[in-house]
């Protein structure tokens, strides 16, 4: 048999962004960046401040629309996609601020998160209650067995603004995995989160990757964060597409340690 064709195949691009540009009053923030994000992967996204990795997020999730270029979403061009069009179709994101809702509990933030639910519309209220009772039987199932992956069970019925930073990270995730989308984007998940939750929150992203099969593509500063758990990393520099490696590569590489710290810091 020839080595051709036994030879493993790489897992497939799930999401992709081409040739993108966005300013910002004559400011380029993204220049020409492209990215590729390969099913099962939790990739790394990091860069000194200003870089422009924000704005890569908010295009890529659809809060913010390119000058030019193209997102594409497992093949399907999403450019022109709002984000919760995206959303329906895989992708969701976080932001650096949690965004959850306050008034509501933390298991009630749960059970919010999937879209389109027939309990959401007036018709299946009153033609198909059986329908939308095992749908919120189904929702309830899932919704435990998050809080316990999510570590948040003895907090199901406490008011989510008041949890705490790390806390509300980790229903963040929650709700991700509630939406049932393969590919999550996830913007400084470790900001203002003490040690000890970062280390759960990590063990959830490393569960939600391997056993649930999510691919993950992470923007975070914390270095030890970045080192542990995400493979490939991409670097970002003024806008633009640095170098795609493994963190040991990376941190090794003189232009990446001039981008962070000064043309003098790479040639010590």
Do not use: W
Not at 19 to 29: D, N
Not at 136 to 156: D, I, K, M, N
């Amino acid at each position: 048999m020839h080595a051709s064709a036994t030879a493993k195949s790489p897992p497939r691009i799930v999401l992709s962004g081409q040739a993108l540009q966005k300013s910002f009053g004559g400011v380029r923030a993204v220049s020409g960046m492209s990215l590729t994000l390969r099913e099962g992967s939790i990739t790394g996204l990091i860069g000194p401040n200003g870089a422009g990795k924000s704005t890569l997020f908010h295009l890529l999730s659809g809060v913010i629309r390119p000058d030019s270029g193209r997102v594409e979403l497992f093949g399907d061009n999403i450019t022109a996609l709002p984000t919760h069009e995206r959303a329906q179709r895989g992708m969701v994101r976080s932001f650096q601020l949690a965004r959850e809702f306050g008034p509501l509990t933390v298991l009630e933030n749960l059970l919010l998160a999937p879209q389109n639910q027939c309990g959401e519309r007036l018709l299946p209220l009153f033609f198909g209650p059986a329908k939308v009772r095992a749908e919120q039987e189904g929702l309830y199932r899932r919704a435990v067995e998050v809080l316990a992956l999510s570590r948040l069970t003895a907090l199901r019925n406490e008011y989510a603004a008041n949890l705490s930073g790390g806390q509300k990270k980790l229903l963040e995730l929650g709700r991700a995995l509630m939406t049932d989308c393969p590919v999550i984007l996830l913007d400084e998940p470790g900001a203002g989160v003490n040690p000890a939750l970062m280390g759960l929150l990590t063990e959830m992203i490393r569960r939600l990757n391997a056993e649930y099969g999510k691919t993950f593509l992470i923007i975070e500063h914390d270095m030890d964060f970045i080192a542990r758990l995400c493979d490939p990393v991409i670097v970002m520099t003024e806008g633009r597409h640095l170098m795609e490696a493994s963190f040991d590569e990376i941190r090794r590489d003189p232009a990446v340690i001039e981008a962070y710290l000064g043309r003098a810091a790479a040639h010590v």
